[in-house]
DNA sequence: CTTGATATGTTATAATATCACCTTTAGCAA
DNA sequence: TTGCTAAAGGTGATATTATAACATATCAAG
């Protein structure tokens, strides 16, 4: 699980940046400025934020005021696995583990708004089904560890 | 799990409903005609719909004609169990079993659009992580058995 | 440098959901 | 039965989330 411990914001947003410039490089894709701003932003906040909030910075910064600005970038991200979005929030949140295969299973704390990340593995609940899986959601709400005190 | 499996429709459409009118009977609490038109037309479909094609049906039987009166319809039956959301789809789904507390999944079938409903218990995963679950969210996108075929 | 593919800018609109306010109805107590 | 109260429904407006469509700009390969 990742998310909920306190660690070092500057160093993990570097790293986060690092790696996903590394995926872009060897995948030929581009990270351009907004897709690489719109990284950060989820990054630097570490929750869930929507669509239009990750706009509003991007305008203020003059990074585009549209919606489509906003939605393009985050379609890329979340297709390369940089960004995943949380269905029951509609919204979205920089991933963990970015570059690692997963199925990725979120915490999210009600209260202060924070969202880690594991994983949680359903092929076997499928598989009983006879069902083929091709995608999961997995979102837990409740308490995190810190505000449950 | 639920749903998959070919099945009398008009005996489990009846059982549904004789179960709500129970359910409701128990808790002191009012299935009326917009309600029980919802959970009906959600049982006959055995598929997630949205609120506003939901709302079509209802406008075409004089049942009402405004979001709203969907929506708080859905509130209602989602509120007490006798429907789930489906947040990937924007969608509602009848409960497979209505009455039994539980922790729903579901199996959604990308190419014939049936829902299935079974149990994932993510319990263990939110205590490791020291997180107190109070809702959960899974769903599973892919093939049903019979759309592998 | 040209060309083709990818990305961005912008306007408009679609799809989903809620608010606010008022009227009606059901259930209950006097 | 009557009147009261709480719950439910009717309706118009609007908020929130997301995409379509099309023109322009930028990049990278040949």
Redesign the pocket.
């Known amino acids: 699980m990742i998310g909920f411990d306190p660690h070092d914001h500057s160093a993990c947003i570097r790293d986060a940046v690092a790696a996903a410039d590394a995926l872009c490089m060897h995948a030929g894709?581009?990270l351009?400025?907004?897709?690489r701003r719109v990284l950060e932003i989820l990054l630097e906040r570490h929750r869930a934020m929507?669509?239009?909030e990750i706009l509003e910075l991007l305008r203020a910064e003059g990074?585009?005021?549209?919606?489509?600005?906003a939605?393009?970038?985050l379609d890329?991200l979340t297709t390369h696995g940089l960004v995943h979005r949380i269905e029951r929030l509609?919204a979205f949140v920089a991933c963990a583990t970015p570059g690692a295969a997963h199925d990725p299973a979120f915490l999210i704390c009600r209260k202060c708004e924070s969202v880690a990340e594991t994983e949680a593995d359903l092929a076997p609940v499928a598989a009983g089904a006879g069902f083929e899986l091709e995608a999961t959601v997995v979102e837990m709400q409740g308490l995190c560890p810190r505000c449950r005190e």
Chains 1, 2 share one sequence.
């Open positions: 894709l581009r351009t400025p907004v897709r929507g669509a239009y990074l585009g005021s549209q919606p489509p600005v939605y393009r970038a890329f509609n």
